[in-house]
DNA sequence: CTTATTTATCGTATATCTACGATGAACGAT
DNA sequence: ATCGTTCATCGTAGATATACGATAAATAAG
């Protein structure tokens, strides 16, 4: 008797699983709005954007550029937010993959 | 002074974040694979192929089912699980919509 | 009717997520 | 040096996610 249960999941499942799980909450998709609307823009700027408070912003931003779809650069004490539009074509990329492999 | 903070995201907002939380975890991507490359599946076989316990497989394509990315299919005291197409190709569109918008 | 098979659900434990106020760190301006 | 601005982090509370064994429900087969 061969056992075929796999041991664990491939790179791609697990690197898919993050970005779907970036993309998994409405404050985040968006930010990512926001900040493709104004190309770049500064935390405080987002904050008044959404309904949430400057903390829990700040948390999302952190997840988003965890997986570096966005990217944040020091300017002086403000920081300017911005896409990672490579990450972001990678992502595409990655779940258009999927869903061909899928159904489409 | 005028209140800019808007009360709460929008529906189409919401429903991509929620396609998204559906596809964010290795196993449900990798359960998404299985049925399209089976066409048709029951739990059992899906069980096989993942390093999951039954009960935890179970809990994933209830996921799955929640957000209508799948269908089960009762037959006898199986359950024949496949793909949703209509809905995969609503979620497609979504995510394409949100990239094209972003970045590509 | 009893048994075996298949799957969902329950109960439970641990981890992660989400949200906020408070605080700290970094910088520009005075 | 002090103050105001901007943002990240800390601490915390409650909700949701993840995983499993045990059990229940439904059906087919004997």
Redesign the interface.
Known sequence: MVN???????AE??N???I???????????I??I??AKNVCMCGDIV????LAQATVSQHLKKLKRVGLIVGEIDGPKVCYC?N?QT??K??ES??K??K????
Chains 1, 2 share one sequence.
């Open positions: 075929t249960k796999p041991q664990e999941f491939s499942e697990i898919l699983a993050d779907a799980k970036a993309l998994s909450h409405p404050a985040r998709i968006k990512l709005k900040l493709s008044e954007l959404l309904p896409v539009t972001m074509e992502a595409k779940l258009t999927l869903f492999k899928v159904c489409c």
